[in-house]
Each structure stands twice: as structure tokens, then as C-alpha cells.
């Protein structure tokens, strides 16, 4: 039993820039992966949430797409998500990129633009980390970055960071405890995430995707579970996930040469999920085409855009209208089964 007294807990924002390194540094605060990472910008595209639990304290934080000026439907819903998360929050973590700003530091005032309208309130208090530290070889270099966000939020804490490889990581974390209102904890103490395991399993297959096919990988690439079958046989399971994308071109990067691509991906990313689940998995995965569904909003609640996870309905989805199979995966499913 917690002392409640003493006990802090609360809802903690991540927000920041697209690739600003949000979702890595969620995972490092975890000590267990969550929240997919890549190079490229926008990998997150809902609220994810994870749950830090120890003696004294359960942070409950809620990683956030990249706040950005795209238009569009897709990245209208994106934002939406990121403006949800605020509406949770007990307080704010805006994550920055040390790195870029300390090279380039007219971007700072440009990427910060989104944050910085006249409606948009932070939950206070507020937290700056400035991460990617040590991609920065002299330190001097972050001291006008910083003088930057102190002009900015002058209230707020700043913390310089690497989520990469620790460092300054726990002092964030000693500030977001300090910063959380007293009570007893919102979730079991062996909880990670509210994260189901549908979204989870949809959420590696995209990080593949976008880990494999690097530069070439196609900006409108949705992942969907469309059948989630651990019942019939113990000891195995079987998920059928589908890629959409908004074009043959696209559909013929994902599949690469004679399947390569595809098969790749569908075993790198068995690989994680029978880790995760602990059990063998079979994974059959499809392309298929659905013209413009970035930017059908329909399409795209159904995916889930725009809602935190646990906010999802994941009942087994009907096959789309309007969207047409392609597919060169049998060799890839009948692998995974081995």
C-alpha cells in the first residue's frame, strides 16, 4: 500500500516538435520500450500512453504527435490528439531538439509557432527538456538555445537531456515528481500502459516499415489489425494486419523486389511481437490501396486518428470499401509460423 500522503501522481503532456525525440525519451524514462521510434519526423500519430510506477510516485505520461503547421485531414487529427492530451494533463513536458536549434537556431522560433498561439493554455507547471545533448560535442553551444527558451517560458524549468543515452534523465524525472499533486495511484503498480495490444501490434509493424524502407518509405502508410485469432491454437497466435497506402507506387516500394521488403518487415516485426507476447506468432500482412485515405475522415476515425488508445474500439474491422488487395506475403506467413 502507498502512503497517499506522500504518494504523488498525475497525468504528465509530452509535447513538442515533430522528432523532437519525444517518444524515445518516454521509453528511456520507462525503461521499456512503449512508444515507436524512427529518424523521421511524425512517427507518432496519437496519444500514446505510458505509466511510471515506484515507491513514491505513478506518472502517467502521455506521448503526443509532433506539433506542426501540416494541413490536411490526417495531420488536422494528429494535432487534435496532441491538444487532447492537454485537456488530461496535470502538467507539461515540452520536449526540444538540442541538436537542431544549436546548429540552426532561426528554426527554434518557427518550430515553436503551434505552441505559442493566443488559445493554446499549457498545464502548468511546465518543463522544458532540451534533448539531444549529446549529439552537441561543446556543451557552450546550447547556452543561446537556452537563453532562447528562458525568454520564452520564463517560469519554467529547463533541463538539457540526451533520452539516447540517460543523461540528465532521472533529474526530469525528479522534476516531474516534484511538480505532481498528492494522491493514490490512478493504475496498478504493475501496469505499463493503457496501450491494448492490437494498437501495440499495428504501432511495430509501422515502425518497420518506416525502420526498413528508411528515405523511400511513403509519408501516408497506415497499419490496421484486421484479425486477432490467440484462441485456436494454444500457444500460437495469429494476427492478419493490413498496410494501406494511397498509391501503386507506393504499394510497390513496401513489397520491394520478389516480396523482399515486405517479407522483411513481417519478420522483424514477429520477432518484437513474440517477445512481447511471449508466444509464437503467425503474422500475414497485405498492401493495400486506398486512394487519398489520409485524407477520408471517415478512414480515418476508423484507424483510430485523433483518439488516445485506450479510447479505441478494436472489435474485428469489416474489409474497407474501395481498397484493393495486393500482396506477395504467403512465403512471409508461412515463415513465421516455423
Do not use: C
Request: charged share 25%; aromatic share 6%; glycine share 6%.
Amino acid at each position: 500500500m502507498h502512503n497517499t500522503e506522500t504518494f504523488r501522481t498525475g497525468w504528465t503532456a509530452l509535447l513538442g516538435p515533430p522528432n523532437s525525440g519525444k517518444s524515445t525519451l518516454l521509453n528511456a524514462m520507462l525503461g521499456q520500450k512503449v512508444s515507436i521510434v524512427s529518424p523521421k519526423p511524425q512517427t507518432t500519430r496519437n496519444q500514446v500512453t505510458g505509466i511510471l510506477t515506484r515507491d513514491n510516485l505513478q506518472v502517467v505520461f502521455l506521448d503526443t504527435p509532433g506539433l506542426h503547421r501540416l494541413r490536411g485531414k490526417m495531420n488536422a487529427f494528429m494535432l487534435k490528439a496532441a491538444w487532447q492530451a492537454l485537456a488530461r494533463a496535470d502538467m507539461t513536458v515540452i520536449v526540444l531538439d538540442g541538436a537542431l536549434y544549436a546548429d540552426r537556431p532561426r528554426l527554434f522560433s518557427e518550430d515553436l509557432q503551434p505552441l505559442q498561439g493566443s488559445r493554446i493554455r499549457l498545464p502548468q507547471p511546465l518543463l522544458i527538456a532540451v534533448n539531444k545533448i549529446d549529439k552537441v560535442k561543446d556543451r557552450k553551444r546550447l547556452l543561446p538555445l537556452m537563453e532562447q527558451v528562458a525568454a520564452v517560458w520564463p517560469d519554467a524549468e529547463i533541463i538539457p537531456l540526451s533520452a539516447a543515452t540517460g543523461e540528465n534523465v532521472e533529474t526530469l524525472i525528479t522534476g516531474i515528481t516534484k511538480s505532481l499533486p498528492t494522491g493514490p495511484p490512478l493504475f496498478p503498480d504493475d501496469q505499463l500502459s493503457t496501450v491494448p495490444l492490437r494498437f501495440m501490434a499495428s504501432e511495430i509493424i509501422r515502425e518497420k516499415l518506416f525502420l526498413n524502407l528508411h528515405e523511400e518509405l511513403p509519408y501516408r502508410t497506415a497499419v490496421d489489425i484486421e484479425n486477432w485469432d490467440d484462441t485456436s491454437k494454444p500457444g500460437l497466435t495469429r494476427i492478419h494486419a493490413v498496410i494501406f497506402v494511397e498509391r501503386d507506387s507506393h504499394k510497390a516500394m513496401v513489397i520491394g523486389k520478389q516480396g523482399r521488403n515486405l517479407k522483411q518487415i513481417g519478420q522483424n516485426a514477429r520477432m518484437e511481437l513474440e517477445e512481447l507476447l511471449e508466444t509464437r506468432i503467425y503474422l500475414e500482412l497485405w498492401v493495400k490501396i486506398r486512394s487519398r485515405w489520409s485524407e477520408d475522415e471517415r478512414f480515418l476515425l476508423s484507424l483510430g486518428f485523433g483518439m488516445a488508445p485506450d479510447a479505441m474500439d478494436f472489435r474485428e474491422t469489416p474489409d474497407l470499401m474501395g481498397a484493393r488487395d495486393v500482396s506477395d506475403t504467403g512465403n512471409m506467413a508461412r515463415d513465421s509460423e516455423r
